[in-house]
C-alpha cells in the first residue's frame, strides 16, 4: 500500500514538474529508474533466497520466516495439484459411466439380435423340415439345401453365428 501511495504522489509530482520544465522532469523519471532497478534486485535477491541460494546472510528470525514462506508456497501448490486431480477423477468417472451406459445399449442390441437369430434359424430350420417332407427327401447333416420353398428374402446366419461366437 505504501508503495502505491508513493508512486501516486511521484506520478502528481511529474505531472506538476512537466508543467514547469523539462530538466525537474528528467530527475522525476531518473529516480523511478533508480527504484524500478531497486525493486527488481529486491525480488531477484527473495527468489534465490527462496531457491535457496544466497543463505549465508540470514539469520535464525529470517530463515525460520523463509521456510514459513516455502511451506505455504508448498501447501498452495499441493492444493492445486489435488483440485485438478479431484476434477479430472471427476471427469473420468463420468466418462466410464458413459462407457458403461453405452456397453449396456450395446448389450441389449446384441441380445436383439441374438435373439432375432435364433427364430431366423428356427423359421429356416422349419420350412427345411416341410420342404424335406413335401419332396420326401432327408438331408445328411451338413449339407445344404439349394432349394428354399417359398422364402424370398436372403438370410445370412453366417454373419448372426460369426457375431455371437465372438461373444
Same mark, same amino acid.
Given at each position: 500500500?505504501?508503495?502505491?501511495?508513493?508512486?501516486?504522489?511521484?506520478?502528481?509530482?511529474?505531472?506538476?514538474?512537466?508543467?514547469?520544465?523539462?530538466?525537474?522532469?528528467?530527475?522525476?523519471?531518473?529516480?523511478?529508474?533508480?527504484?524500478?532497478?531497486?525493486?527488481?534486485?529486491?525480488?531477484?535477491?527473495?527468489?534465490?533466497? $527462496? #531457491?535457496? !541460494? +544466497?543463505?549465508?546472510? %540470514? =539469520?535464525?528470525?529470517?530463515?525460520?520466516?523463509?521456510?514459513?514462506?516455502? /511451506?505455504?508456497?508448498?501447501?498452495?501448490?499441493?492444493?492445486?495439484?489435488?483440485? $485438478? #486431480?479431484? !476434477? +479430472?477423477?471427476?471427469? %473420468? =468417472?463420468?466418462?466410464?459411466?458413459?462407457?458403461?451406459?453405452?456397453?449396456? /445399449?450395446?448389450?441389449?442390441?446384441?441380445?436383439?439380435?441374438?435373439?432375432?437369430?435364433?427364430?431366423?434359424?428356427?423359421?429356416?430350420?422349419?420350412?427345411?423340415?416341410?420342404?424335406?417332407?413335401?419332396?420326401?427327401?432327408?438331408?445328411?447333416?451338413?449339407?445344404?439345401?439349394?432349394?428354399?420353398?417359398?422364402?424370398?428374402?436372403?438370410?445370412?446366419?453366417?454373419?448372426?453365428?460369426?457375431?455371437?461366437?465372438?461373444?
Amino acid at each position: 500500500m505504501k508503495s502505491i501511495i508513493e508512486r501516486y504522489q511521484e506520478a502528481r509530482d511529474l505531472e506538476h514538474c512537466r508543467l514547469l520544465n523539462p530538466v525537474s522532469e528528467a530527475k522525476i523519471w531518473q529516480r523511478e529508474v533508480t527504484t524500478l532497478r531497486q525493486q527488481v534486485q529486491n525480488l531477484q535477491h527473495n527468489n534465490r533466497q $527462496l #531457491l535457496g !541460494e +544466497e543463505l549465508s546472510s %540470514l =539469520n535464525i528470525r529470517d530463515l525460520q520466516f523463509l521456510q514459513s514462506q516455502v /511451506e505455504m508456497s508448498l501447501h498452495s501448490v499441493r492444493k492445486r495439484k489435488e483440485h $485438478l #486431480l479431484a !476434477e +479430472e477423477i471427476q471427469e %473420468l =468417472n463420468h466418462k466410464g459411466f458413459l462407457v458403461h451406459k453405452e456397453n449396456i /445399449e450395446l448389450q441389449k442390441k446384441f441380445s436383439i439380435a441374438y435373439q432375432h437369430n435364433i427364430e431366423l434359424q428356427r423359421k429356416l430350420s422349419g420350412v427345411m423340415t416341410s420342404s424335406e417332407q413335401a419332396t420326401g427327401s432327408s438331408k445328411a447333416p451338413g449339407e445344404s439345401t439349394t432349394r428354399c420353398s417359398g422364402a424370398r428374402e436372403p438370410i445370412d446366419l453366417e454373419l448372426c453365428q460369426e457375431e455371437h461366437a465372438d461373444e
